[in-house]
């Protein structure tokens, strides 16, 4: 019982890590448990018509990084209890007999965790003893992917932000209208900036898939909603009648089919062709109605 307590503690160490392993350092992995966390998250959003607002994306990733804990904590609790208490010394005035085994095995496996080094629950045996640092070292680890997983997603989040930001203003100055009466060169010069920016967003959503669950409240921060946009300038750059600005036109088009790519391979978004993708991510995140 002993040995299979153990094992089953170990294989919940190593799922754990190997789980903050694809979060962090992989793309996009469908299938782990922090996928569907996030994903979980986010049909429950949309199933109460998001009234949980922009938070959900930040809940989703507490609850990934409190799972994570969980199974450290769980794992190294198994490795400890069978031997609890005579694997331990305990400081004066703390009897062992006072408190349940399994409850005494998450204790310690919290403190070793928490790196806390409280000095009441100290390891005696040899394997304890080296198994107590290799937790703190975990614990360590967790807390380095915790912080580093919430500060890395920003960068994605401006971009996407900035991208809204910058359609939203070429909607509101109807910018698509007379693209003939410019100058070719600098309408290219804008609707490369475009496509350049719709390419980053669609390798972010690949590299960041927990990015999808902050939805904006902001219309004009929202792609969702800014997103249409584009295809309308994709439409007009292919009507011009310069072949610099039908060129640039053809590359738009190219970028918003890899975002395409993008957004339905990994998210509740669905449609096979660019138009009804983009009415889907727009639907999906409260902002449009699914196409028929």
Do not use: C, K
Not at 5 to 21: H, K, N, P, Q
Not at 33 to 53: I, P, Q
Not at 130 to 137: H, V
Not at 195 to 202: A, D, F, I, K, N
């Amino acid at each position: 019982m002993d040995v299979l307590l153990t094992l089953i503690g170990v294989v919940l160490i190593v799922v754990g890590l190997r789980d903050m392993f694809h979060a962090l350092l992989h793309p996009r992995s469908q299938g782990t448990l922090t996928d569907l966390v996030l994903t979980g998250a986010w049909r429950l959003s949309r199933a109460t018509s998001h009234a949980l607002g922009g938070i959900v994306g930040p809940a989703a990733m507490v609850a990934v990084i409190l799972m994570w804990v969980l199974f450290q904590v769980t794992g190294w609790a198994l490795v400890y209890l069978p031997h609890v208490p005579e694997g331990f010394s305990y400081s004066p005035g703390v009897d062992p007999a006072d408190y349940a085994r399994p409850a005494e095995a998450v204790y310690v496996s919290l403190v070793g965790l928490a790196t806390l080094g409280l000095g009441d629950v100290v390891p005696t045996q040899p394997i304890i003893r080296l198994a107590f640092p290799l937790e703190a070292l975990t614990g360590f680890a967790l807390l380095t992917a915790a912080l580093t997983w919430f500060t890395q997603i920003y960068p994605p989040l401006s971009r996407r932000r900035a991208l809204a930001t910058g359609l939203h203003g070429l909607a509101a100055a109807r910018w698509h209208e007379g693209l003939d009466a410019r100058d070719p060169a600098a309408v290219s010069r804008v609707l490369d900036d475009v496509t350049e920016q719709v390419l980053h967003v669609g390798v972010d959503f690949t590299q960041h898939s927990e990015t999808y669950n902050f939805r904006e409240s902001d219309p004009s921060l929202a792609l969702a909603a800014q997103l249409p946009y584009a295809l309308v300038l994709r439409d007009a750059a292919r009507r011009a009648a310069s072949p610099d600005v039908r060129v640039s036109g053809e590359r738009l088009a190219g970028a918003l089919e890899r975002l395409r790519e993008a957004l339905v391979s990994g998210f509740t978004v669905d449609g096979d062709s660019v138009e009804e993708a983009v009415a889907s991510y727009a639907a999906d995140h409260g902002r449009a109605p699914r196409p028929a």
